[in-house]
């Protein structure tokens, strides 16, 4: 990492701050995306014996309203993704503030990850019972990036819990969960418009 030396035009004193690094490597990406917390599902579907298969998924986000569209990325070399294939569906089962160890099992290799879990079957996946929302999708397209499968997906059925239990959040390798720090955003989902030319401008 390396660093310099800013002096602000608000006082005379001076702090040493981070600059951006290039080249970096695999530890440092990894590092700085955890900044960015998300939110964390298990992507559910069934095997070609009738088995649950399902892997533990923070990269899920919504793509499009018109047509209901969404992705989430798959390792290349995971096993989920060859029944994901054979399958063409998956569930989406969102998961809630108290469920980080159920998402560790989600997230280990070779063992019966669907132990002590309570699921019922759906014809996109199974759904766990205890997660707090879930949409059924059926893979409409796969780009291949870098180290990872790009899976984009059209919903076909959804629901979420009636009593707006809290969600989990993955942030910098730990489990936490939301708090509401500021009012909603307007009824489109958009940012407020901020006024041009706002903002300070730092050396």
């Not at 602000?8 to 290039?22: F, K």
């Not at 063409?88 to 980080?100: D, K, Y």
Request: aromatic share 8%; proline share 6%.
């Amino acid at each position: 990492m390396e660093f310099r030396a800013v002096k602000y035009a608000s006082g005379d004193w001076l702090q040493e701050e981070s600059i951006m690094v290039a080249p970096f490597d695999a530890a440092d990406f990894r590092r700085t995306l955890g900044y960015l917390p998300t939110g964390v599902t298990v992507i559910t579907t069934t095997g070609p014996l009738g088995e649950p298969v399902g892997m533990a998924c923070n990269s899920f986000t919504s793509v499009s309203l018109e047509p209901p569209l969404v992705m989430f990325c798959a390792g290349n070399t995971s096993s989920t993704l060859i029944d994901l294939r054979k399958s063409g569906t998956f569930c989406v089962n969102v998961l809630g503030s108290g469920q980080g160890e159920l998402c560790r099992q989600f997230s280990v290799k070779d063992i019966d990850r669907f132990a002590g879990v309570r699921w019922r079957d759906s014809q996109a996946g199974p759904e766990l019972c205890d997660a707090i929302a879930w949409m059924s999708c059926s893979i409409e397209t796969e780009h291949v990036a870098g180290d990872h499968v790009i899976l984009i997906a059209r919903v076909t059925g959804l629901r979420a819990g009636q009593d707006e239990p809290a969600p989990l959040v993955f942030h910098r390798g730990r489990f936490g969960s939301f708090c509401e720090t500021a009012g909603p955003l307007a009824a489109t989902g958009a940012l407020p418009r901020p006024a041009a030319g706002g903002g300070t401008r730092e050396p």
